[in-house]
């Protein structure tokens, strides 16, 4: 069989492009690598910056996405995609997976992209418990008390900044002495006097049991340890894309993103990528969503010219 279309992936963009691509009348399959649909989202706590759903649990908008694609009927296999090969001079995609082959017209890549870790004693645990990796998304929780952000990217000085208003103690923790963000952002961190830098330090374990407690950190200089306490912790250290299986034949940019724009286009047609997994401005579940209908929405244009 070929289908209309497949989708790689489950996350909000996944499960959008599902439900977008049942009310199209395509026949559409989804294949998800995890047991539990939902992408990043069901590791959320609580989702506040969802409109029209304050404080949702990140567990329950996960299902709630996937319940709407079910009842729409979409088809959703639980298999690890291997590589992507095309057919027919390219008007097949063949999906090769680690069980069962399957074919296409058009794909939707919604694989999503994961927080890079620390990888440091405690950070799995304490993930959602005072620990989190996105500051838009959880500071408000934390408003009026002091939280740390780690890494010295655009996202950590924004993240910085954000939680600065509305946080009592903000302490930015970077492996060495300068910021790679942006300089606007820099002067912008200097400006507000609840902000301190710990420079050339590291985290080197998260300590609490059933919440944050405080962290260990070392200066990398002089070799000293100690603790620092903090309500909150914020790991802004990069992301890292789920795209190693497509670079035989997508362009991706330096950061392992699918390089394509808002309408999911990407380099080779009849192919288009959705969510986190593109270059794109901002990743939160809400521009997630919004991908996945772009994408399918493509996918029929596409689909007209076959
Ligand atoms: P990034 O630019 O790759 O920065 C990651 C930061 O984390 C770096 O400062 C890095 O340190 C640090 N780091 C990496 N691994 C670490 C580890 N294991 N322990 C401690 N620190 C670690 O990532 P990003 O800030 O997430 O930004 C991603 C991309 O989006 C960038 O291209 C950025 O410019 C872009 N972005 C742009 C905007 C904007 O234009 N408004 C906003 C957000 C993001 P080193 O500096 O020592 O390498």
């Not at 199209?24 to 995890?34: G, I, N, P, Q």
Request: hydrophobic letters at 40%.
């Amino acid at each position: 069989m070929i289908y209309d279309v497949i989708v790689v992936g489950s996350g909000p963009a996944g499960l959008a492009a599902a439900i977008y691509a049942q009310r199209a009348r395509l026949s559409a399959l989804v294949l998800e690598k995890e047991y539990m649909s939902g992408g990043q989202v069901v590791n959320t706590y609580e989702v506040d910056n969802y409109p029209g759903l304050p404080e949702i649990g990140g567990f329950e908008l996960g299902m709630k996405f996937r319940e709407h694609a079910e009842k729409l009927g979409a088809r959703f296999i639980n298999i690890e995609v291997r590589h992507i090969e095309l057919e027919d001079e390219g008007r097949v995609k063949v999906v090769y997976t680690d069980r069962e082959e399957y074919r296409a017209r058009a794909l939707v890549l919604a694989m999503g992209a994961r927080h890079r870790k620390l990888g440091v004693p405690g950070e799995e645990n304490l993930t959602g418990m005072g620990v989190s990796y996105c500051a838009t998304c959880d500071g408000a929780f934390f408003k009026g008390r002091t939280v740390a952000v780690v890494g010295g990217g655009d996202v950590a000085a924004e993240d910085a900044l954000f939680l600065a208003r509305g946080c009592a103690k903000v302490f930015l923790i970077h492996r060495r002495d300068e910021l790679r963000a942006a300089a606007i952002l820099q002067e912008q961190l200097k400006k507000h006097e609840n902000v301190e830098f710990l420079w050339d330090t590291e985290v080197i374990g998260i300590v609490g049991d059933d919440h944050l407690d405080c962290l260990k950190i070392r200066n990398k200089k002089d070799g000293s340890e100690r603790m620092l306490d903090v309500d909150g912790l914020f790991i802004a250290v990069g992301t890292i894309p789920d795209t190693g299986f497509i670079t035989n034949i997508l362009q991706l940019d330096e950061g392992g993103y699918i390089i394509a724009g808002e309408d999911g286009k990407t380099e080779i047609p009849g192919i288009f990528a959705a969510g986190d997994v593109r270059t794109k401005q901002l990743r939160q579940i809400v521009t997630a969503v919004s991908d996945g209908a772009n994408a399918i929405t493509s996918v029929q244009a596409y689909l007209n010219t076959l």
